[in-house]
């Protein structure tokens, strides 16, 4: 049964860089869209964007100039980069696996809360 | 790409039926048969209900039921419990630049 585990810290400091990590257990990278969703406290979810399996990857417009995703298939991990944050990226993050047959995210990790804050 | 519209709350008796709506556009929702429902408990990920619009992961109570209209697409929940208390985010494919849209949101309260 495939497992994701989101880590990194849950502190930034405005301006700098947000950075998480995504494990993926009990299964391969392989053949699926591995993305990163978040969702500010009491607000909806936001979709940021996916790194596919052969690692052409694809971004949130309003987010584009400031995301990195990128794929570790040696380590069967995803990672998140988010670059000159301040408090409106404050918000739990989520890496979830999405299905490109059914394009439904199937599997979710339990998610990671990262402020930021001086 | 704007969020999806869907009701703020919604609510019903036990054994009731409750229906949230979920409205895109015709680039979105009414543009592909991709809409999934998510379930979400306080402090928890969200979980998959309902994807393609009307099907069912293994182990999802049929009394969960997905359907679709146009540029709407609704989540029927009957026989509430108590358990199916809960947020519930709609989302839709939306091509392949701007892949996935959710929805705003509904809270659901068993009365």
């Known amino acids: 049964q495939v497992q994701l585990q989101e880590s990194g810290p849950g502190l930034a400091k405005p301006s700098e860089t947000l950075s998480l990590t995504c494990t993926v257990s009990g299964g391969s990278v392989s053949s699926y869209y591995w993305s990163w969703i978040r969702q500010p406290p009491g607000k909806g979810l936001e979709w940021i964007g996916y790194v596919y399996y052969s690692g052409s990857t694809n971004y949130k417009s309003s987010l584009k100039s400031r995301v990195t995703i990128s794929l570790d298939t040696s380590k069967n991990q995803f990672s998140l980069k988010l670059n000159s944050v301040t408090a409106a990226d404050t918000a739990v993050y989520y890496c979830?696996?999405?299905?490109?047959?059914?394009?439904?995210?199937?599997?979710w990790g339990q998610g990671t809360m990262v402020t930021v804050s001086s | 790409q704007s969020a999806l519209t869907q009701p703020p709350s919604a609510s019903g008796s036990p054994g009731q039926s409750v229906t949230i709506s979920c409205t895109g556009t015709s680039s979105d929702v009414g543009g592909y048969n991709y809409v999934s429902w998510y379930q979400q408990h306080p402090g928890k990920a969200p979980k998959l209900m309902i994807y393609?619009?009307?099907k069912r992961p293994s182990g999802v109570p049929d009394r969960f039921s997905g359907s679709k209209s146009g540029n709407t697409a609704s989540l029927t929940v009957s026989g509430l419990q108590a358990e199916d208390e809960a947020d519930y985010y709609c989302?839709?494919?939306?091509?392949?630049?701007?892949?996935?849209?959710f929805g705003t949101g509904t809270k659901v309260t068993v009365l």
């Open positions: 979830a696996r999405h299905s490109g047959a059914t394009k439904t995210f199937d599997i």
């Open positions: 393609e619009v009307t």
């Open positions: 989302s839709s494919y939306a091509g392949s630049n701007n892949f996935d849209v």
